[in-house]
């Protein structure tokens, strides 16, 4: 349930951040390769400081997974990915939401079961919680909890997670 909370926060975060930065390029009274220009130099200088923002992230999310990443850095992450893929798309970018959703998703519930059992010790299983992070955060930008429940079960053979994948993805 508080997963889907937290899934639901970054979910509208995304979602807002995406309109606005959109707004912001659109109010850029430049021609549009400039805009593309100035998208492109703000992510090159972002991606020396977080290059797992580059690309659909899966390299990241399997490096979370195998814990070879701080656990502050997973929430931060999770916040680049956010910039970066909103300024990929307001700049004119080719880009979606389907893949920054799937590694804000399991990036951020394993930053949350992480935290959870850094401060807890309660030893919440970190890989489920990427698995329903995904589904989660699938759900609360794309408005498609079957969808995002489906997929990630398919995706992943994970129909023992059906339960949690579905509180999840309606919660958020």
């Excluded at 200088?45 to 997973?74: C, E, H, N, R, T």
């Excluded at 920054?100 to 309660?122: D, K, R």
């Amino acid at each position: 349930l508080v997963l889907g909370i937290f899934c639901a926060v970054v979910g509208v975060t995304f979602t807002k951040t995406l309109y606005r930065i959109e707004d912001l390029f659109d109010e850029i009274k430049f021609p549009e390769y400039l805009k593309g220009i100035i998208g492109g130099l703000i992510l090159g200088v972002g991606s020396l400081v977080f290059p797992q923002i580059l690309g659909v992230g899966y390299g990241a999310i399997d490096m979370a997974l195998m814990q070879k990443m701080a656990w502050w850095l997973l929430l931060v992450l999770v916040l680049v990915k956010i910039l970066a893929t909103s300024i990929t798309i307001g700049s004119g970018g080719s880009g979606g939401i389907f893949a920054p959703s799937l590694f804000m998703g399991a990036v951020g519930g394993y930053f949350f079961s992480f935290a959870i059992n850094t401060f807890n010790s309660s030893g919440l299983p970190e890989t489920n919680f990427a698995l329903a992070g995904m589904a989660g955060m699938m759900a609360a930008v794309m408005h498609a909890p079957l969808t995002a429940i489906f997929l990630t079960a398919e995706v992943t053979r994970g129909y023992e997670l059906l339960i949690p994948l579905i509180i999840t993805s309606t919660v958020s």
